[in-house]
């Protein structure tokens, strides 16, 4: 069974086909980094005009490197939230143009949904397990029942992670995304050169990123000789430190043994290593996609779209984007 996925989320084009759920026949993503650079940051109007631009040759290339048609395809499986509203209308149109015209089931898919089944392209972690979705606009943990049984147990209540890790290399004047760029300039740094805060909603296991980004910023104007790198790898330690005690926390507290990490702060190499070492003694086994599976990119839509469409699921051509959207908020 081959499914077409589609994600236009935010500032990636991508189109990827998948076999059974599984096997990944092409995955192309077309980035913007070069046209966000300058700006620090994503500039959702010119995120939205070049997804019309690359929407159909990224969807063919996919079709193409897999050797496909549309005639192949059992489905087709789109993001339609959450995400930049602009970006998310091009992929859902564009899908359900296609879904129309070539007379193709349409599987509208959750991004954060999308997140969670990266693992699923690469590995077969049991249920329930707790995931940690941080990217560059959500921060939660979630458990997982089955198979599209999501519980949020918390949230960011101000900034996502990877947001923190953009604005963070941002004041430091490094490039867009920022959190690659910090995970390389961490790595060199002394994490313990500055004790960045470390922020305890009490009774709660929710998140906030916004009091480290302005402890950063204070500590650069009151201490502009700190280097560079002391500052990335004394944020990274701050940040994952928080990152990895919420999801034990979540874990012993849910009785859960498997923990699956999802997003794009996920590819982080010290987050990586830091939970593997922090679950070893505790007979807890982590789960961690590929880091190139981490990031947008439309295989995770077309996994998390075949489950759906197994269950018999779908969308018809009343699907329209939402900005906001909560785990597990389908329209059926
Ligand atoms: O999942 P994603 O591609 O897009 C969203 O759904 O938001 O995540 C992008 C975010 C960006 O904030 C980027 O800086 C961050 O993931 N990121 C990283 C790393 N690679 C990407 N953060 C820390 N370390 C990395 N290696
Ligand atoms: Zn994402």
Same mark, same amino acid.
């Given at each position: 069974?081959?499914?077409?996925?589609?994600?236009?989320?935010?500032?990636?084009? /991508?189109?990827?086909?998948?076999?059974?759920?599984?096997?990944?026949?092409?995955?192309?993503?077309?980035?913007?980094?070069?046209?966000?650079?300058?700006?620090?940051?994503?500039?959702?109007?010119?995120?939205?005009?070049?997804?019309?631009?690359?929407?159909?040759?990224?969807?063919?290339?996919?079709?193409? +490197?897999? $050797?496909? $048609?549309?005639?192949?395809?059992?489905?087709?499986?789109?993001?339609?939230?959450?995400?930049?509203?602009?970006?998310?209308?091009? $992929?859902?149109?564009?899908?359900? +143009?296609?879904?129309?015209?070539?007379?193709?089931?349409?599987?509208?898919?959750?991004?954060?949904?999308?997140?969670?089944?990266?693992?699923?392209?690469?590995?077969?972690?049991?249920?329930?397990?707790?995931?940690?979705?941080?990217?560059?606009?959500?921060?939660?943990?979630?458990?997982?029942?089955?198979?599209?049984?999501?519980?949020?147990?918390?949230?960011?209540?101000?900034?996502?992670?990877?947001?923190?890790?953009?604005?963070?290399?941002?004041?430091?004047?490094?490039?867009?995304?920022?959190?690659?760029?910090?995970?390389?300039?961490? +790595?060199?740094?002394?994490?313990?050169?500055?004790?960045?805060?470390?922020?305890?909603?009490?009774?709660?296991?929710?998140?906030?990123?916004?009091?480290?980004?302005?402890?950063?910023?204070?500590?650069?104007?009151?201490?502009?000789?700190?280097?560079?790198?002391?500052?990335?790898?004394?944020?990274?330690?701050?940040?994952?430190?928080?990152?990895?005690?919420?999801?034990?926390?979540?874990?012993?507290?849910?009785?859960?043994?498997?923990?699956?990490?999802?997003?794009?702060?996920?590819?982080?190499?010290?987050?990586?290593?830091?939970?593997?070492?922090?679950? +070893?003694?505790?007979?807890?086994?982590?789960?961690?996609?590929?880091?190139?599976?981490?990031?947008?990119?439309?295989?995770?839509?077309?996994?998390?779209?075949?489950?759906?469409?197994?269950?018999?699921?779908? /969308?018809?051509?009343?699907?329209?984007?939402?900005?906001?959207?909560?785990?597990?908020?389908?329209?059926?």
């Amino acid at each position: 069974m081959l499914i077409l996925g589609i994600d236009t989320s935010c500032d990636d084009t /991508s189109a990827a086909v998948i076999e059974d759920g599984k096997r990944i026949l092409s995955n192309i993503i077309s980035g913007q980094d070069k046209i966000h650079d300058k700006y620090g940051g994503i500039v959702p109007e010119l995120a939205s005009r070049k997804h019309i631009e690359m929407i159909l040759p990224v969807v063919e290339g996919a079709l193409n +490197s897999a $050797g496909a $048609g549309f005639h192949d395809l059992s489905a087709i499986a789109v993001t339609y939230g959450p995400g930049l509203i602009g970006s998310l209308l091009i $992929g859902v149109c564009f899908a359900k +143009s296609i879904s129309f015209f070539h007379k193709i089931p349409l599987i509208g898919v959750n991004h954060l949904e999308g997140h969670i089944h990266s693992i699923f392209l690469e590995n077969d972690p049991q249920f329930p397990f707790i995931a940690l979705i941080v990217s560059g606009g959500h921060t939660s943990i979630c458990l997982v029942e089955s198979q599209g049984d999501y519980s949020e147990i918390s949230r960011t209540r101000d900034d996502a992670a990877g947001e923190a890790y953009d604005k963070v290399a941002k004041l430091l004047g490094l490039g867009y995304p920022g959190g690659p760029i910090i995970d390389k300039m961490a +790595s060199i740094g002394n994490p313990e050169a500055v004790h960045f805060p470390r922020a305890n909603l009490k009774g709660s296991l929710d998140f906030s990123f916004s009091g480290l980004k302005t402890a950063v910023l204070t500590h650069i104007k009151k201490y502009p000789n700190t280097k560079k790198e002391d500052i990335a790898a004394s944020f990274q330690a701050s940040v994952i430190d928080v990152l990895v005690s919420r999801t034990l926390d979540a874990a012993r507290s849910a009785g859960v043994k498997s923990i699956v990490l999802a997003g794009g702060v996920s590819a982080n190499s010290a987050l990586r290593e830091t939970m593997i070492k922090r679950t +070893s003694d505790k007979g807890i086994k982590v789960f961690l996609p590929s880091p190139h599976l981490c990031t947008d990119n439309a295989a995770m839509i077309a996994a998390a779209g075949y489950h759906h469409f197994k269950k018999g699921t779908a /969308s018809d051509l009343t699907l329209n984007p939402k900005a906001y959207m909560q785990l597990g908020t389908r329209c059926e």
